[in-house]
């Protein structure tokens, strides 16, 4: 099929590959990230301020269930374009006030995320990417055609 098809959202095919390729990489990172964050962290200290090295990031098991349902949301989200693209969305739309908020916390009790710049600049570059798939203009679904109507017989006068 080409052209812009129902199923892609009014997406062009690319458009829509790039969307749901997108949606896929970003959710099964997640998924990942939060699973074996869990893994390292398990559930005690749920919000510990100081976390746990997890790579070059800290977490811990408050930030790793976030994650973890990220990614839940996301696997069967980015099945189809248009779901992708609401996923796109609502990662960009809500992480990016996360990320920002991440550059205000300083590390005191009040701090349940347990600050971590590289994870701050994750969730930054994640959220504006999300935000310029999911935002990207999608041309206007072709008009639906109108089916043609049976031609009438003729009325005789009499």
């Known amino acids: 099929m080409t052209g812009k098809g129902a199923g892609t959202g009014g997406m062009s095919p690319r458009h829509a590959r790039v969307v749901v390729t997108f949606?896929?990489?970003?959710?099964?990172?997640?998924?990942?990230?939060?699973?074996?964050?869990?893994?390292?962290?398990?559930?005690?200290?749920?919000?510990?301020?100081?976390?746990?090295?997890?790579?070059?990031?800290?977490?811990?098991?408050?930030?790793?269930?976030?994650?973890?349902?990220?990614?839940?949301?996301?696997?069967?989200?980015?099945?189809?374009?248009?779901?992708?693209?609401?996923?796109?969305?609502?990662?960009?739309?809500?992480?990016?006030?996360?990320a920002i908020a991440g550059f205000f916390l300083d590390g005191t009790l009040d701090d349940f995320f347990a600050r971590n710049p590289p994870l701050i600049w994750l969730h930054l570059l994640t959220s504006v990417a999300a935000l310029v798939v999911g935002l990207w203009p999608v041309g206007a679904p072709a008009p639906a055609r109108e089916p043609e109507a049976a031609p009438q017989p003729e009325l005789e006068l009499r």
């Open 23 to 98: 949606a896929q990489v970003v959710s099964g990172a997640y998924l990942v990230l939060g699973i074996c964050g869990l893994l390292i962290t398990g559930f005690a200290h749920f919000s510990n301020v100081t976390g746990v090295s997890f790579l070059i990031f800290t977490v811990n098991p408050l930030t790793n269930v976030i994650h973890v349902c990220v990614g839940l949301v996301g696997t069967p989200m980015a099945l189809r374009p248009r779901t992708a693209r609401i996923y796109a969305l609502l990662v960009g739309g809500l992480g990016l006030p996360f």
